[in-house]
């Protein structure tokens, strides 16, 4: 039997971004004449940014009663659709800045995606919490960026870029570099979102790059949480709150025992033989790898599956925050509330931000469920591995 208590669902994971020529308004007026000759030859990259698919990203009120149907009363609201100039799809890494024009453009048109959204979440104020975007070329530029998005309102944070070989962008443990948007954020109450896909390098646009792309993209994802850690950025900015979205959460007990045990070898050995290059960083850190992590990071888990709730102490229950992906082709939308009791069920209500005592019967499940991720290898159809994302591309693999 269902308890009579319903909780609140918020989704931690859902994407959203102005239809293309909307930004044109939010553009410095400078870059508008260029923006009209870049947008006459935009084409989407993805099938769901396009037609009446792709107004689930600026229509508020279809937005709003769709969350609502699907039992979510508030969101978290990364980008989706490409801002002015944009380099890669959003919330792809960024590419390498050719030069100054370059840069002004591209930075001219995230700044219009910030304001727009600081505009679009005011429209449901108190249900959408907004994620910027920066660029880390200029980094008082982004300083000044976090300021104002602090002022605005998008509590959802900052959307960190990825800083991948050929970027180039120095590693985020270089702190001469990038200490005042570390110390800006902390200061500010500004949570660092790192979220899946934006941290790899671009290779190209073959089947083999798409493919590569997804195999890899976890490797890349999670070599931010090593940089930052290992790095020693959570050791000088303990109050910076660090989010891992869209990114599973089966990776994160192994990495950070794998961080553990080479921190532990690095001061048990008394730096002897190949660990003598890891005793200068492990001196300087003091708290264990899992230590940071407790004190300072969580995940946005993202259409979670029932194994990795089985995990869910090794993470930290009060680390996890459930996410649908709205509106993407692999979201749990419309099935939200059954992926959350099949992967909740039987858990103590005190745990889980919905009530899921009865669980559910896979059998049951509708066969557009296959689609999301949650039910991978339960539901007849669906995919037997969980893909970080399998949005469709606008060019079938060949």
């Known amino acids: 039997m269902f308890q009579e208590e319903r909780y609140i669902v918020i989704s931690a994971d859902c994407h959203g971004g102005a239809d293309l020529l909307e930004y044109r308004d939010y553009l410095d007026p400078r870059y508008r004449a260029e923006f009209d000759g870049w947008a006459s030859t ?69 700044k219009a995606y910030n304001r727009w959204l600081a505009e679009f979440c005011n429209q449901a104020e108190g249900r959408r919490t907004g994620v910027f975007q920066i660029m880390l070329h200029d980094i008082d530029e982004a300083v000044s960026e976090v300021r104002w998005a602090a002022r605005a309102g998008l509590g959802g944070g900052m959307l960190l870029p990825g800083a991948p070989p050929g970027s180039g962008l120095p590693p985020f443990y270089c702190h001469d570099y990038y200490g005042p ?8 109450g500004v949570p660092v979102n790192c979220h899946s896909g934006s941290a790899a390098p671009r290779t190209g646009d073959r089947p083999e790059d798409h493919v590569l792309l997804l195999l890899e993209m976890g490797w890349w994802d999670q070599r931010t949480l090593r940089h930052l850690i290992l790095g020693g950025v959570l050791e000088h900015n303990p109050g910076l709150r660090v989010v891992f979205t869209e990114e599973g959460t089966g ?66 229950i009060d680390k996890i925050m459930w996410g649908s992906d709205y509106p993407h082709v692999e979201a749990s939308y419309p099935y939200s509330d059954q992926a959350i009791r099949l992967s909740y069920a039987g858990l103590p209500p005190s745990e889980v931000a919905r009530q899921v005592t009865a669980g559910i019967d896979p059998a049951t499940l509708p066969a557009g469920a296959a689609k999301c991720p949650a039910f991978a290898g339960i539901v007849n159809g669906s995919a037997q591995t969980r893909w970080g994302d399998n949005r469709k591309s606008q060019d079938p693999p060949g």
């Open 42 to 110: 935009y084409e989407a990259p993805y099938e769901d940014l396009k037609g009446e698919e792709g107004s689930r990203n600026w229509n508020s009120g279809r937005r709003l009663h769709e969350l609502e149907s699907d039992g979510i009363v508030g969101e978290v609201l990364f980008p989706n659709t490409d801002p002015p100039f944009s380099s890669a799809a959003s919330p792809g890494s960024q590419a390498a800045v050719h030069d100054t024009d370059d840069f002004n453009r591209r930075w001219a048109g995230l």
């Open 251 to 316: 990776w994160i007990p192994d990495q950070l025992q794998a961080m553990d045990n080479f921190f532990d070898s690095m001061h048990a050995t008394g730096s002897l033989g190949e660990l003598t290059h890891g005793a200068q960083v492990a001196g300087a850190l003091s708290l264990r790898p899992s230590e940071y992590w407790e004190r300072q990071c969580y995940v946005g888990a993202s259409f979670m599956h029932p194994a990795e709730a089985t995990i869910r102490d090794q993470i930290g």
């Open 181 to 188: 948007l570390w110390r800006a954020c902390s200061e500010l």
